[in-house]
């Protein structure tokens, strides 16, 4: 279990800690707040229609819910992979819409990265808790699709458990000691 107090750090203070400027944070992103458009013919396309389910909104970290979405919509090496590139995108994507102006991007890449290990963190160790959550939405009679899918969230869990020690055992060790996490 996280330390309570390294969670409300990571919630209210890191980011600002590390300079960011607070974006609007859904607070519950994942695969079930979606609503994807559909076509003409009924299709499910590749495309987000909606974002429903705000009451956790507040001001926050900007990579608060990218944490969340990756660790509890991917597994440990979709978001292994994920992170090797993310980053970079989305600074491209913040350049973009300051026209090409990289000095109207208010983040550095390191300032990202750090800001999302903080989140990250506090998401892994809710990932144990969404194995219960993942069981009671499978609409399935059968004992084999349900082991399945309780094995998935436990590999997730761990891939994430393995990360955010090592995260906090180096480049965090200091926020390790001062939370006993």
């Not at 300051?98 to 800001?115: C, N, S």
């Not at 069981?135 to 990360?163: Q, R, W």
Request: glycine residues 6%.
């Amino acid at each position: 279990m996280i330390n309570p107090d390294y969670y409300l750090y990571v919630q209210e203070q890191a980011y600002q800690d590390l300079g960011l400027l607070p974006v609007i944070v859904h607070g519950d992103i994942y695969g079930g707040n979606l609503m994807f458009s559909i076509n003409e013919n009924g299709e499910i396309q590749n495309e987000i229609a909606a974002i429903i389910d705000w009451q956790q909104m507040r001001e926050g970290s900007p990579m608060e819910d990218l944490a969340r979405f990756l660790t509890n919509c991917c597994d440990g090496s979709v978001r292994r992979e994920a992170e090797t590139f993310i980053f970079e995108y989305y600074l491209e994507c913040l350049e973009s819409e300051f026209d090409g102006d990289k000095t109207k991007v208010p983040y550095t890449l390191e300032q990202l990265k750090t800001a999302y290990n903080h989140s990250f963190i506090t998401q892994a160790f809710a990932t144990i808790f969404m194995i219960q959550h993942m069981l009671t939405a499978v609409d399935t009679a059968s004992p084999k699709i349900k082991e399945a899918y309780y094995d998935f969230g436990v590999l997730k869990s761990i891939h994430a458990f393995k990360d955010a020690d090592q995260i906090l055992q180096g480049e965090f060790k200091e926020f390790y000691q001062k939370y006993n996490c």
